[in-house]
């Protein structure tokens, strides 16, 4: 029995751990889509940060959606902006997605959320 329930803590506390902040914690500030050309190649930047509105250190994972003028949404992406480090409270992260995006003439609008939180 004791091997049990000492088993059932390991698996469960990584989950408490996660369960500390959660996405509504974290803020995105300065969202800046824009496109520049190169040549004949178009390039995005989707630049912005992400704060850190918990009590603890921790990261989130962000999505932004590229939606037409219409309002559907043509590509989607997420990032850590953080990668594997936990943000301070009250720091940010600096972040620029606009690299994993194909540019398309139809982009007329953006939409960026936070998806998920982790500890790590």
């Known amino acids: 029995m004791k091997t049990l329930l000492l088993s059932a803590s390991l698996i469960f506390l990584p989950m408490a751990a996660q ?3 959660a996405p509504t914690d974290f803020a995105i500030r300065d969202f800046k889509p824009a496109a520049s050309r190169f040549g004949s190649e178009a390039r995005l930047s989707l630049s912005g940060e992400l704060v850190n509105n918990c ?4 990261a989130a994972q962000i999505s932004i959606e590229a939606k037409d003028a219409d309002g559907k949404v043509i590509q ?3 990032g850590w902006p953080a990668g594997t480090t936990n943000i301070a409270p009250g720091a940010a992260a600096k972040f620029d997605l ?3 995006f194909r540019y398309q003439s139809d ?4 939409t960026v959320s936070v998806i998920a939180v982790r500890a790590w």
């Open 55 to 58: 009590a603890e250190p921790a």
């Open 19 to 21: 369960a500390a902040c």
């Open 76 to 78: 989607a992406k997420q």
């Open 107 to 110: 982009m007329a609008s953006y």
């Open 98 to 100: 606009g690299r994993r």
